[in-house]
């Protein structure tokens, strides 16, 4: 079955401390993998895919197949991080799908 | 403004009714997926249209379905509506199918009563 998991609804962090929001996936395959965000009363937006390996806004996401985890971090919470975060999935040979997880709720405490 | 309009933004339909919910993409997007995603969800699949062609299906019945057009709208008709089906339908389009950036619309809220 595909499926991706994220299993906090809601993680509050201060300030400065570090952030991890984890993502577990499910796939029989080789997947491409992205975090989406959706700040408060904007749109849903692309953040990063995994084939990239790029940094977005101080935010990393490594894959890693052994464990079949996706989880973005970032070393220094900042306020303006707060948001809905979405892992998500696509597979090569359905392109046109992409599976979403719940979504966690990143809150910054000042 | 980043050019992907869905219409309307709030709609409120009895359930057996059936609806329609348009979706304006930018110009030369010529993919368009349509999402559903429930309170506390994340979106889920419905289908994706590539250059007016139907190009994949999510795990939803057959009274949804689409229609996509040369001028880079689409729409989405559900047809005898349960209550189930409230929820914010997103569309989403890319220039083409392997296309990873999708630009989401802001969504119409459809509530079933």
């Known amino acids: 079955a595909q499926r991706v998991t994220q299993p906090e609804k809601l993680l509050s962090v201060f300030k400065g401390a570090p952030v991890e929001l984890k993502c577990n996936y499910s796939y029989s395959g080789s997947p491409e993998l992205f975090w989406y965000v959706q700040y408060s009363r904007q749109r849903l937006q692309l953040l990063l895919r995994h084939i990239s390996r790029e940094s977005i806004k101080g935010f990393t996401a490594d894959l890693n197949k052994g464990e079949t985890s996706f989880h973005l971090k970032k070393p220094f919470a900042q306020e303006e991080d707060s948001a809905m975060y979405y892992c998500?999935?696509?597979?090569?040979?359905?392109?046109?799908?992409?599976?979403f997880g719940s979504g966690t709720r990143l809150s910054i405490r000042p | 403004e980043t050019g992907v309009t869905q219409s309307p933004t709030h709609l409120i339909k009895t359930r057996g009714q059936q609806v329609t919910l348009r979706c304006s993409s930018q110009s030369g997007h010529n993919t368009v997926s349509w999402y559903q995603q429930a309170l506390g969800q994340g979106p889920q699949f419905i289908f994706q249209y590539y250059r007016e062609e139907e190009n994949g299906r999510g795990n939803f019945p057959p009274r949804f379905s689409g229609l996509q057009f040369p001028n880079y709208s689409s729409e989405l008709n559900v047809n005898a509506l349960e209550l189930d089906d409230s929820a914010l339908y997103l569309c989403a389009s890319s220039p083409d199918v392997q296309d990873y950036g999708y630009t989401f619309g802001s969504g119409t809220r459809l509530t079933v009563v």
């Open positions: 998500a999935l696509r597979g090569y040979s359905s392109a046109s799908k992409i599976i």
